[in-house]
């Protein structure tokens, strides 16, 4: 499957996967049937070496998008310029369809927590981050998408439901969203929420992406590992979102306990025999 574009204009890649380095040679030996990778930024925002050489490799054949972690959007610190302009560089570099990051803060006094921390769903909130966000897409002029974050706690000062901020987020910044089909279903376990209600009350023409993972079930809590295969309910999301959005481009995550490219690629065929059914049968 080629690029293409839906209906409403939205880009639409088919069906990728995030690059991983266990993944390279085989990637550049073999040309798996891929539709496009998806790369972690902060792994090739450097000055040289074997990153930057098979990315560079890999991206004369695939079509890429760039997925940051510690932007910290949310954060109270200024944003970084120094990132930023790295970003941009590397921007330039791979000509990625789009550029995401998360709806969360990573650190505080310069102090990188290496994790992705929800916010309070406050109208301050709103404004704090949506000034960032159009500030950020501004300076790399490009398309900006915010995912949503799996989340473990919850603020005694939030007046909105997490949906309700997502989308005023980027409504205010007018930037668009990556959805996380996983990230959605692990908060609706931890915090008792009705995913396909989250489903509903996003706006169809923001969401530019999926991301489909693996977890990690404790029992009465759940963590966003990604170090394992989609598991059926999020299959079953994944299949009620793609009725509600329509064409999406999506991807397979994995970043721990990384298996055969071949596992990855039968999860994706997956995703694919799920999703194209549904958009066939909604253009009919």
């Keep these: 499957m080629t690029a293409a574009t839906t209906s409403d204009k939205r880009p639409y890649l088919g069906f990728g996967l995030g690059l991983r380095t266990d993944h390279y040679e085989e990637i550049l030996a073999r040309r798996p049937k891929v539709d496009w990778f998806e790369i972690i930024s902060e792994n090739y925002m450097v000055a040289g070496g074997k990153p930057l050489y098979y990315l560079d490799r890999i991206r004369e054949h695939y079509p890429m998008v760039m997925h940051g972690v510690s932007m910290s959007?949310?954060?109270?610190?200024?944003?970084?310029?120094?990132?930023?302009?790295?970003?941009?560089?590397?921007?330039?570099?791979?000509?990625?369809?789009?550029?995401?990051?998360?709806?969360?803060?990573?650190?505080?006094?310069?102090?990188?927590?290496?994790?992705?921390?929800?916010?309070?769903?406050?109208?301050?909130?709103?404004?704090?981050?949506?000034?960032?966000?159009?500030?950020?897409?501004?300076?790399?002029?490009?398309?900006?998408?915010?995912?949503?974050?799996?989340?473990?706690?919850?603020y005694t000062r939030s007046q909105l439901s997490e949906w309700e901020f997502l989308t005023a987020v980027a409504e205010e910044a007018d930037c668009h969203i990556l959805l996380d089909i996983n990230n959605i279903y692990v908060s609706a376990f931890n915090h008792g929420f009705e995913p396909r209600e989250y489903i509903d009350r996003i706006p169809i023409e923001r969401v530019y992406q999926f991301h489909l993972a693996g977890h990690t079930n404790h029992g009465d809590y759940i963590i966003d590992t990604h170090d394992h295969p989609v598991i059926d309910p999020v299959w079953e999301l994944f299949a009620y979102a793609a009725r509600r959005f329509g064409p999406v481009s999506t991807m397979i995550e994995r970043d721990d306990n990384i298996p055969p490219l071949d596992e990855l690629l039968t999860e994706l065929v997956q995703a694919q025999a799920i999703a194209e059914p549904i958009y066939a049968e909604a253009a009919a």
């Design 73 to 154: 959007i949310g954060g109270a610190d200024s944003l970084d310029r120094d990132y930023l302009h790295q970003l941009k560089a590397l921007a330039e570099r791979v000509q990625p369809h789009w550029i995401s990051d998360h709806l969360c803060w990573t650190g505080v006094d310069g102090k990188n927590l290496h994790d992705l921390m929800p916010l309070p769903y406050t109208e301050e909130a709103i404004q704090h981050v949506a000034k960032r966000v159009a500030e950020v897409q501004d300076y790399l002029e490009r398309p900006f998408l915010l995912e949503n974050v799996s989340s473990y706690v919850t």
